[in-house]
């Protein structure tokens, strides 16, 4: 069952689900726009065009094509100069959530910070072998 939510572009209420972000008037405008910039990349002699020169042909803002193509609602592989942002640097993308630069960042990191938290459980291994002592209470022993 969705929640009831103010719709993050016209701020009615509207019963949220996992399907829609936004309510039924404001999703059947985001339908519109999406006829409108499919129709227009559609035609053979727009297929290549940039996401700058869909956006300027269509009066679709730049934020809701990226919206249709992170949906599926455009497939990229048909239109191969169109994208979206990297969630990290903001480089066009055709799929995932971060461009191969970042991805490739983010594993150096993280491989980094294994090889350190294996030092430093290295090292208290260590600490804690070295910190042993064993005293033998000589008067035990008579």
Do not use: W
Not at 23 to 33: G, H, P, R, T
Not at 34 to 53: D, G, P, S, W
Not at 66 to 92: M, V, W
Not at 99 to 124: A, F, S
């Amino acid at each position: 069952m969705g929640q009831l939510a103010n719709c993050p572009q016209c701020g009615s209420l509207y019963i949220q689900n996992k399907f829609r972000s936004v309510c039924e008037a404001c999703y059947k405008k985001e339908d519109q726009l999406f006829q409108t910039v499919y129709e227009y990349i559609r035609k053979r002699e727009n297929r290549m065009a940039t996401l700058m020169q869909v956006v300027r042909a269509t009066g679709v803002e730049e934020s809701l094509i990226h919206k249709f193509i992170k949906q599926g609602r455009l497939q990229l592989a048909q239109f191969p100069n169109l994208g979206y942002p990297c969630d990290q640097c903001g480089t066009l993308i055709r799929e995932g959530k971060i461009c191969v630069e970042c991805r490739d960042e983010l594993k150096k990191e993280l491989n980094t910070m294994k090889e350190i938290e294996e030092r430093q459980r290295q090292e208290q291994t260590k600490t804690t072998e070295r910190a042993t002592y064993h005293v033998i209470d000589r008067d035990f022993l008579k």
